[in-house]
């Protein structure tokens, strides 16, 4: 048992030594990610299936509702910036211009205090946007996303399949496996990935996807002992 032991501790060891990257996780937004966020659409409610089935859509409709997308509540002390990537999910014949996707940082009272444009590919139905928001603001805010040229009487909507939000910050440390977040790679984090897989967890478990193909799942679970082990 102690050789076993040691042999981990070497393995999170050597993770640690390799990790270095210059941003931390900060939100996400999928089906098993729904906590805390809120989908302003009047009769729709944010639910996995309604966001697996590409119901969670961002528009302007005929009656000028906004059907928007808002973020958990976070502090924005010593934050500079935010990169944000939204996966999209659109309708054929798409006007690139029209289902750009706009993000807003709003501060406590709901005031705009920034926002950014991202720019959408022609003809590319499932594509990712990153963009980079700078935040000058201290105290609470959150994230608004919204398609505000996009309108219903035009029939092609944008739908939300995820978004991820890192704070932007030099040489941050993130373990590969760390779903938890606790600066270690362990059995703590196998637990986690089961809790998401059995709908327990949510948003604060940013790393849950550990191989990046989507989903969180077994293959997630043989990843984190992977790099318990040291294996790749």
Not at 32 to 47: E, I, K, P, S, V
Not at 120 to 142: R, Y
Not at 216 to 225: R, T
Request: charged share 20%; with cysteine.
């Amino acid at each position: 048992m102690k050789k076993i032991n040691l042999l981990v501790m070497m393995a999170v060891w050597a993770v640690v030594m390799q990790a270095a990257v210059s941003e931390t996780p900060l939100l996400r937004f999928g089906p098993n990610y729904l906590d805390g966020w809120t989908y302003h659409r009047a009769n729709t409610l944010l639910t996995r299936e309604n966001v697996l089935q590409n119901r969670i859509t961002l528009f302007t409709s005929t009656s000028g509702e906004h059907c928007t997308l808002e973020s958990p509540q976070f502090d924005c002390e010593d934050i500079d910036s935010l990169r944000v990537e939204i996966d999209y999910k659109l309708d054929a014949g798409f006007n690139a211009t029209k289902v750009a996707p706009q993000v807003d940082l709003l501060d406590a009272d709901g005031t705009v205090v920034s926002t950014v444009t991202g720019s959408v590919e022609a003809a590319i139905i499932s594509q990712t946007i990153t963009v980079t928001l700078p935040v000058s603001l201290a105290g609470d805010a959150t994230l608004l996303f919204s398609a505000p040229r996009a309108l219903e009487s035009e029939g092609t909507f944008p739908a939300v399949k995820g978004i991820r939000v890192w704070v932007l910050l030099p040489d941050v440390t993130l373990l590969p496996g760390d779903v938890n977040g606790d600066g270690a790679v362990d059995v703590a984090d196998v637990n986690s990935i089961i809790n998401i897989m059995l709908g327990k967890e949510g948003s604060t478990s940013f790393n849950g996807d550990v191989t990046g193909d989507g989903n969180v799942d077994v293959s997630d679970v043989n990843a984190v002992i992977n790099a318990m082990l040291g294996r790749r």
